[in-house]
């Protein structure tokens, strides 16, 4: 009997402990709304230094053993208040932790403004965020319809497969794009209308910034009007000895232009590694305008190409937009490594495709009372990057946190265009590869206050460009002229730059900073024999030291007031200074290697007020300066005005510095609070930009803006919306639109201008369960058939949206 009580005693002992042990493994805790206590799935939980740890599942619990009790640990979700609490603070606080919802929805913490996460109400920079939850209930098409949903971008399209963001007036080669902090401006960036953009995949962003204003200290050369700074999903890590894995499945159709899109992501990841992987497929079909106003925009004939003869039939369907559609598919992988809690190793790799991408404002030109050409398409727009980031994070004398980033960018374009009833097409191509270096630091003060920041950037663009005629019915090919210089051609440039904010209360924090570039370009013609240019070289190099002040101030009552001043800085590209192309029926430019940099001076000042939980006014004012701006004029080429270029008399332009530049304007927003669950948001930005001599400024957008009624209650959020623009009349327009009266409605006196519009629209998001979400909306409701100002296509009339995704 002893012995048998002692053998059962021993069983109890051990099962205790293995109970015990299997408690101490694994300690989970549940994220909720504080209100309604339901859980908070994709809660961010980050480190103390800002880093992902990982995210809430479905049932809003997250793992949170093994971490010492004096770690802290922050939980982040857009629409709540942050909550930072060390671990035995939640050990204490039992097994849920309660978020509360912010009164008025903006981000609480940016990145963008000096590459290092800040409270916003300390940054006097506008900068606009769009997380991770908008862009789930937007649900874009592409990257630049992402951008556009922030309210505050002017986004134009030459084509369906397009997309070309203007801020406050600049627009292509004068605004940075941003991924993962890399820049993904090259030596090619045009003056004229890029899609560089939708390169990137919508799908994979967590958020998207974007700051209005020169950014150069941060960010160098090209930031004049702005900068549009992505990011990617990040890698998650397991919190406790189990692996975690995330996998989400998602699928979108659009009436409006037959849209079918498709994707699958994963993310997982063990203690110290973890892996995301993604690919996403989107096929385009011809887009249908609307049928309602502005009959001029209709496609009545297009030319149809049977064994190399142009035919030209009537359009059955004139609201379709024959010649529109395309399709891209876009793949991430990313694999991350953290071997301690102070160093963290991200490997990626983004690869993005596009099929040919018809030219449709070129496809609608006539000349002679004819359609002008029988094709004109991009051919597939390639991009790849492969980029290393490695973040430590450890006290010392020079810095608490340093981010090292490297990456290599490869990028192909390519232009073919052939006249109506031609059987040579001519095709160039463009080849560049890019390399990139940024190395970024920060310093905190024991108490806070004073915060330094400092880096360097190297970049090296190498563009190959050739070109040829290809014969439609005998495939035979013959060396052409091309759009750049046909020899080597290298754009490099390196900078330094360093900054401090000094907050000595929660009310006031002052911002500084400089930054010192070096931007060159050394271009060669090793066949002259097409162009006979007077020269064989191009050589441009530019230093210049640009700066900026700002302060942010919250003296109570619910306001917030800021100032901003900088300068910025842009050096010609090999666009600026080299290319030959056609801008326009009967317009060549041509290149001018002496071409100089530009230099912007700007303010921007802003008022914010909240009125307790009811109202929240911002008003912000801008003002930019652009000093030896380089915009298209007559040119003389071998003291010709006029030179014969793809067998047609050209009269000749040129990229020059015109003297000046300006741009001055103002954007509001309101929100107002009816209750807890339904809320209005509004939003408008007015402008008006020059250049020397009083001519209209090209981007600087008509007047636009949104006005949402928006109602949220726990499993649904919907939305209706009205998005206009306002008229840019025949005075208001640039030359260099007024020489595109087909893209254009006529004026009373037969003079092109783009009218004003507006829409109403209507989106809805269900949680059918925690693993499904459910998403529908109608855009353009009233078919109303537009086309936005400087746009090439007309805009999707009626378009229903209806998409799925499975979280698993």
């Not at 802290?72 to 097994?95: H, M, N, P, W």
């Not at 980033?405 to 560049?432: C, M, P, W």
């Not at 014969?644 to 929100?671: D, F, M, P, W």
Request: aromatic share 12%.
């Amino acid at each position: 009997m002893f012995l048998f009580l002692n053998r059962v005693k021993r069983i109890c002992s051990i099962t205790i402990l293995l109970i015990i042990a299997a408690l101490a493994s694994g300690q989970e805790v549940i994220l909720a709304d504080r209100d309604d206590r339901k859980p908070l799935q994709d809660v961010a939980m980050l480190d103390s230094g800002g880093r992902l740890i990982s995210f809430t599942g479905n049932s809003g619990k997250i793992d949170i053993s093994g971490r010492g009790d004096e770690e802290t640990l922050c939980f982040q979700l857009f629409g709540y208040e942050r909550s930072c609490l060390t671990v035995a603070e939640i050990k204490s606080a039992g097994d849920t932790i309660l978020l509360a919802r912010r009164v008025f929805e903006f981000e609480e913490f940016v990145i963008s403004a000096n590459r290092w996460e800040q409270e916003r109400i300390t940054v006097p920079n506008r900068i606009s965020v769009i997380p991770s939850q908008s862009i789930v209930f937007n649900n874009p098409q592409t990257a630049a319809d992402l951008i556009a949903s922030s309210g505050e971008v002017y986004v134009q399209k030459s084509q369906l497969g397009g997309g070309s963001p203007m801020i406050r007036g600049f627009a292509t080669n004068r605004v940075l794009i941003v991924i993962d902090g890399v820049r993904m401006n090259n030596a090619i960036y045009r003056e004229g209308n890029i899609q560089n953009v939708i390169s990137l995949d919508p799908n994979v962003m967590q958020s998207a910034e974007i700051i209005f204003g020169p950014g150069a200290v941060v960010y160098g050369s090209d930031a004049i009007g702005g900068v549009m700074d992505f990011h990617s999903d990040k890698v998650m890590l397991s919190p406790g000895k189990n692996p975690v894995f995330k996998s989400e499945a998602f699928l979108r159709y659009s009436s409006a232009d037959n849209e079918k899109t498709s994707q699958i992501k994963i993310n997982g990841g063990f203690r110290k590694t973890g892996f995301l992987a993604s690919i996403s497929y989107s096929s385009f079909d011809d887009l249908r305008m609307g049928s309602r106003r502005h009959p001029e925009y209709r496609r009545p004939e297009f030319v149809k190409t049977v064994n190399g003869t142009d035919t030209i039939v009537s359009n059955p369907d004139p609201d379709l937009q024959v010649y529109s559609g395309y399709s891209q598919i876009n793949t991430t992988f990313k694999f991350r490594y953290q071997p301690s809690r102070n160093l963290d190793i991200v490997l990626a790799n983004h690869y993005s495709a596009l099929s040919n991408v018809p030219r449709y404002d070129r496809l609608i030109q006539y000349k002679s009372g004819k359609l002008r050409y029988g094709e004109w398409y991009y051919g597939p727009q390639l991009w790849m990057m492969n980029n290393l980031r490695i973040n430590y994070t450890g006290k010392s004398i020079l810095f608490d946190e340093f981010n090292i980033t490297a990456a290599r960018q490869d990028y192909r374009e390519s232009r073919h265009d052939r006249a109506l009833g031609k059987l040579l097409i001519n095709e160039q191509f463009e080849k560049v590869t890019i390399y990139s270096l940024n190395a970024d630091f920060d310093k905190t003060s024991s108490n806070r206050k004073h915060l330094f920041f400092y880096g360097t950037e190297l970049f090296l663009n190498d563009i190959k460009s050739v070109a040829r005629t290809r014969n439609i019915k005998t495939f035979e090919v013959s060396p052409a002229g091309s759009r750049y210089p046909n020899g080597k051609n290298k754009y490099a440039g390196y900078s330094v730059y360093a900054g401090y904010k000094y907050s000595p209360s929660e009310k006031l924090s002052l911002n500084s900073g400089l930054r010192y570039n070096y931007v060159s370009l050394n271009s060669s013609i090793a066949d002259n024999t097409y162009y006979n240019f007077p020269f064989t070289e191009i050589n441009i190099a530019n230093g210049a030291l640009t700066g900026s002040a700002g302060i942010s101030l919250n003296p109570g009552s619910g306001y917030r007031l800021t100032l901003n001043l900088s300068t910025g800085f842009r050096a010609p590209n090999l666009d600026d200074a080299g290319k030959v192309f056609d801008s326009a029926p009967g317009i060549v430019v041509v290149p001018n290697p002496g071409l100089k940099p530009e230099y912007a001076v700007s303010g921007d000042a802003g008022i914010e007020k909240n009125f307790g939980k009811f109202c929240r006014i911002e008003l912000n004012g801008f003002y930019t300066w652009l000093k030896n701006a380089m915009v298209r004029h007559d040119f003389l080429f071998n003291g010709a005005d006029s030179i014969i270029y793809q067998v047609e008399l050209s009269k000749v332009e040129a990229v020059v510095n015109a003297g000046y530049a300006r741009v001055y304007g103002t954007t509001a927003a309101l929100q107002t609070n009816f209750t807890g669950k339904l809320y209005m948001r509004s939003l408008v930005t007015l402008m008006k930009g020059t250049e020397s001599g009083g001519i209209p400024l090209r981007h600087a957008a008509p007047l636009f803006g949104s006005s949402h009624l928006v109602y949220e209650s726990g499993r649904i959020k919907a939305d209706i919306n009205v998005i206009f623009n306002g008229p840019k009349t025949y005075k208001n327009m640039p030359p260099s639109e007024i020489s595109k009266p087909y893209m254009y409605a006529a004026d009373k006196d037969g003079n092109p201008w783009s009218p004003g519009w507006y829409t109403l629209n209507f989106k809805v998001i269900y949680r059918v369960s925690p693993w499904s979400l459910l998403s529908a909306g109608c855009e353009n409701i009233l078919d109303h058939r537009y086309r936005p100002y400087s746009w090439g296509i007309a805009a999707p009339g009626r378009n229903l949206i209806i998409s799925l995704r499975v979280l698993m």
